[in-house]
């Protein structure tokens, strides 16, 4: 079964400092992966895409199909980045249906 | 361009009562999709439309939840009768993209938080 999983409710940093948002997903085959990220009293949006390989605000994130990853990096977090983010996979061959991650709460702090 | 419209933003009800949400796409977005996300939780598809005909309704409670889409535009989602667990963030979504291409970009709503008491 299809499955996204966030393991980190809440991730605080200091500004300045590394992030890094994990994702990790189940699908038996080749999935498209994004992150959706909402900020406060905003709706959410598209941050970035596997596909693209393309950095956004200085976000990038890998796909790893060995270990089944898709985590979100970032090497100096801002405070502006403070927000929820979720993990996103299109299962290609199943309708294109979406399925989402439970969603990490990320707090820059100054 | 506009975004994607969905009203009520709010809607208290009792339960066992019936509510129906609203949705206007952005103009000429084929694909549009409705997600419950209960707090804490991530969106959870309902249901997905290609123009006006249903792709995937598996995980709607068909017993007491439909969705329409009126010629292959605006999208209503309607539940009777609403039990507590219902209480959730309603999220209409559309995207462009016909099946088979490859940029699937949602544009999400602003969303319907529906509370039943």
């Known amino acids: 079964a299809q499955r996204v999983t966030q393991p980190e409710k809440l991730l605080s940093v200091f500004k300045g400092a590394p992030v890094e948002l994990k994702c990790n997903y189940s699908y038996s085959g080749s999935p498209e992966l994004f992150w959706y990220v909402q900020y406060s009293r905003q709706r959410l949006q598209l941050l970035l895409r596997?596909?693209s390989r393309e950095s956004i605000k200085g976000f990038t994130a890998d796909l790893n199909k060995g270990e089944t990853s898709f985590h979100l990096k970032k090497p100096f977090a801002q405070e502006e980045d403070s927000a929820m983010y979720y993990c996103a996979l299109r299962a290609i061959y199943n309708f294109n249906k979406f399925y989402f991650g439970s969603g990490t709460k990320l707090n820059v702090k100054p | 361009e506009a975004g994607v419209a969905q009203s009520p933003r709010y809607k208290i009800i009792e339960k066992r009562q019936s509510v129906a949400f609203w949705c206007n796409p952005i103009?000429?977005?084929?694909?549009l999709y409705w997600y419950q996300q209960i707090l804490g939780q991530g969106p959870k598809l309902l249901i997905q439309?290609?123009?006006?005909?249903?792709?995937?309704d598996s995980q709607l409670p068909k017993d007491r939840f439909s969705a329409e889409r009126l010629k292959g535009v605006d999208s209503t989602l309607k539940i009777q009768p609403a039990k507590l667990e219902d209480s959730a963030v309603y999220l209409c979504?559309?995207?462009?993209?016909?099946?088979?291409?490859?940029?699937?970009?949602?544009?999400f709503g602003p969303g319907t938080r529906l509370t039943v008491t």
């Open positions: 979504a559309s995207s462009l993209v016909n099946p088979g291409q490859t940029s699937y970009e949602q544009y």
């Open positions: 439309f290609q123009n006006n005909g249903v792709v995937d």
């Open positions: 103009s000429g977005h084929a694909t």
């Open positions: 596997h596909i």
